[in-house]
């Protein structure tokens, strides 16, 4: 009886903790954790205004970045277009 208590709580333990980890960092490890060469601004009349990454020259959307980490470890030059 005792070892099935003790294996019970085991297992309850791990259920627990990847519910923890999947609620707490998995949202966190899906965005991209880089610096992307360049921040695009689009201006251009008609469009809208938009702003976009590049990074190894092609076009990458700023929500797969991890904004947070982007701002705080990086130095982005950004280009305006009209």
Known sequence: ?????IILTIIILIIAGF???K???ANLTSKIAECPDEKIINRMPGSGESSYYIKDSARKEISDYDSQWVETNCNI????VY
């Open 23 to 25: 609620s707490n960092f």
């Open 77 to 80: 030059p950004t280009q305006t």
């Open 1 to 5: 009886m005792k070892n099935v208590l």
């Open 19 to 21: 519910y923890f980890y």
